[in-house]
């Protein structure tokens, strides 16, 4: 795990010069630590004296609530009813299939079918020839 580098007499230190009037970012600069680092500081132990810059300002009034009807129902979102039961249909196959062949036998099965289509066109090309 990695060694802290402020130690917590350093970062309220820090947090009493923010107090004081310093910039956080030039501080920031200074010690090298981000600033991410001295808002999560300042939440954890808060600004010696508690004084903070939001804390000056009056809090702000609650709108008043209308007196108008109540908000709608937020809308469903997903299926619509009654699409998650329907039953799902399968897809239709050819009536024949064939487990599909590898290596040297697909081969062989591929000359068988050339063979015989080379003997249909001989046979085709000898009945044109003699007028058949």
Avoid: C
């Avoid at 501080?27 to 004084?51: E, V």
């Avoid at 009536?95 to 080379?118: D, F, N, Q």
């Amino acid at each position: 795990m990695a060694k802290k580098r402020l130690s917590e007499k350093d970062v309220l230190a820090i947090l009493q010069e923010v107090a004081n009037g310093a910039k956080p970012t030039d501080l920031s600069k200074k010690h090298g630590f981000s600033l991410g680092s001295f808002y999560n500081w300042k939440n954890k132990y808060g600004l010696p004296g508690g004084a903070t810059k939001t804390a000056s300002a009056a809090p702000k009034a609650a709108p008043a609530a209308k007196a108008s009807s109540p908000k709608p129902a937020p809308k469903k979102r997903g299926r619509k009813p009654g699409s998650k039961n329907k039953p799902k249909v399968a897809a239709a196959r050819p009536a024949t299939r064939t487990a599909p062949l590898s290596g040297a036998a697909a081969i062989v099965a591929k000359i068988k079918e050339h063979e015989s289509a080379i003997e249909k066109l001989k046979l085709d090309y000898a009945n044109a020839m003699l007028g058949l």
